[in-house]
């Protein structure tokens, strides 16, 4: 079956420094990736969705300029937390899809402390 | 109202038990239905993926929806302690958008 793989599953940077977290998908080519935000007993929230060279697309809200994603290569995502603050504390899941379903794998999800 | 309400639980079972777990929806346009298993500190799996309404089974776990009442369920036999784990329900109105998620059911199954 499909397989992405997310890395760092868990980061504690400074505040004030960035952070990089990467999805790869490891059997099949990823056309799109999607990054996802979760706290703590509470849903996933889209943060932008990413076709492979081209800009991603960012969800209402969502900081476009501290949250940079780079899709460079069909099978790597990357969402970079610029000037990472306290409150960007929370769980971060990359998906990825080959096709047009929009409800594929995930990868393992990256713990993001910021102190 | 969110589109999507999800009792987080914590729902806490004796082993062997049949477990029910629920989202109820209000958009009308929903007719793909999804259940995902997360455990902690993982990203989600998919279990069960349905189209409109009815019934699927797989093994140990059936997804029911029913429509008419914005009612989507998911009944898990004879549970085992590693089924413990947060249950995410998930929709959207065609398998090309984006699922809209629940906040997850945690549920606790016990020896």
């Known amino acids: 079956g499909a397989v992405v793989s997310q890395h760092p599953s868990r980061v504690i940077c400074k505040s004030g420094t960035s952070v990089k977290i990467e999805c790869r998908s490891l059997?099949?080519?990823?056309?799109?990736m999607f990054w996802y935000r979760q706290f703590p007993k509470q849903s996933l929230m889209l943060m932008a969705t990413?076709?492979?060279?081209?800009?991603?697309?960012?969800e209402q809200g969502v900081e476009k300029d501290k949250f940079l994603i780079n899709h460079a290569s069909l099978t790597l995502s990357t969402l970079t937390v610029t000037s990472a603050h306290p409150e960007d504390s929370s769980f971060y899941i990359c998906?990825?899809?080959?096709?047009?379903?929009?409800?594929?794998?995930f990868g393992s999800g990256t713990r993001l402390t910021v102190v | 109202q969110k589109e999507v309400e999800q009792d987080p639980g914590p729902l806490s079972v004796p082993e062997g038990a049949i477990v029910s777990l629920n989202c109820t929806y209000s958009?009308?346009?929903?007719?793909?239905f999804m259940w995902y298993r997360q455990y902690s500190r993982k990203g989600p799996e998919l279990l069960m993926y349905?189209?409109?309404?009815g019934n699927k089974e797989d093994g140990r776990f059936t997804a029911q929806v029913d429509k008419s009442s914005k009612y989507i369920s998911l009944f898990i036999r004879d549970s085992q302690p590693s089924d413990s784990a947060t249950y995410l329900c998930?929709?959207?109105?065609?398998?090309?958008?984006?699922?809209?998620f629940g906040r997850g059911t945690s549920l606790i199954v016990h020896p």
């Open positions: 998906s990825a899809t080959s096709g047009q379903a929009r409800y594929d794998t």
């Open positions: 059997d099949f080519q990823a056309t799109t």
């Open positions: 990413s076709n492979e060279g081209s800009k991603a697309t960012y």
């Open positions: 958009n009308s346009a929903f007719q793909y």
């Open positions: 349905t189209y409109s309404s």
């Open positions: 998930a929709m959207s109105a065609g398998g090309s958008y984006i699922p809209t």
